[in-house]
T-cell receptor
Framework: DAKTTQPPSMDCAEGRAANLPCNHS???????VYWYRQIHSQGPQYIIH???NNETNEMASLIITEDRKSSTLILPHATLRDTAVYYC??????????FGTGTRLQVFP | NAGVTQTPKFQVLKTGQSMTLQCAQD?????MYWYRQDPGMGLRLIYY???????DKGEVPNGYNVSRLNKREFSLRLESAAPSQTSVYFC?????????????FGDGTRLSIL
């Protein structure tokens, strides 16, 4: 599975969009990009995934560059409850997810 | 909806003691997983079960055993606990080894070994 690189921490003002970047320059053509988050010490929560096209659901949007070497998770209107560690994972099979150290997003009032 | 239920939530053991962590899911998922998370680290896969009756090693299987009791339940056993196994343990399940099926996680078991 391809490795990912994420900034260790980011801040975002409440109500503003949070844009979390992820580099995955060694991604192969059939690997998907997954995003999970972990709020405080709870179990991780699935957010979204994509292959090539941009994806949107009720939680977030995922923008994948045309060369697929990087992606951005967008939380359109961040709230205090979005404060969490966000993990970007690249994987072909979802039964072998490799969690790195993620990005700690702090949303402030 | 219960989802993935882990028991116990907290446990303190002495070195050398044995213990079984329990996990049950009510989503009729085929695959189940055990992870550990050390402070400041991401999750690491210990063992997984792609379907009832099968188990496979993950990244860090040493010192652990698992049992897929039935489709709902997947237990993790520490035969002789060591301080290095102090961690938070998460169980997860998914619809199957098929691609693109997200994993659903329990709330974790916080295990301290003295």
């Amino acid at each position: 599975d391809a490795k990912t690189t994420q900034p260790p921490s980011m801040d975002c003002a409440e109500g503003r969009a949070a844009n979390l970047p992820c580099n995955h320059s060694t991604i192969s053509g059939n690997e998907y990009v997954y995003w999970y988050r972990q709020i405080h010490s709870q179990g991780p929560q699935y957010i979204i995934h994509g292959l090539k096209n941009n994806e949107t659901n009720e939680m977030a949007s995922l923008i994948i560059t045309e060369d697929r070497k990087s992606s951005t998770l967008i939380l359109p209107h961040a709230t205090l409850r979005d404060t969490a560690v966000y993990y970007c994972i690249v994987s072909y099979y979802t039964d072998k997810l490799i969690f790195g150290t993620g990005t700690r997003l702090q949303v402030f009032p | 909806n219960a989802g993935v239920t882990q028991t116990p939530k907290f446990q303190v053991l002495k070195t050398g003691q044995s213990m079984t962590l329990q996990c049950a899911q009510d989503m009729n998922h085929n695959s189940m997983y055990w992870y550990r998370q050390d402070p400041g680290m991401g999750l690491r896969l210990i063992y997984y079960s792609a379907s009832e009756g099968t188990t496979d090693k993950g990244e860090v299987p040493n010192g652990y055993n698992v049992s897929r009791l039935n489709k709902r339940e997947f237990s993790l056993r520490l035969e002789s606990a060591a301080p290095s196994q102090t961690s938070v343990y998460f169980c997860a399940s998914s619809e199957g080894p098929a691609r693109r099926q997200p994993q659903h996680f329990g709330d974790g078991t916080r295990l301290s070994i003295l």
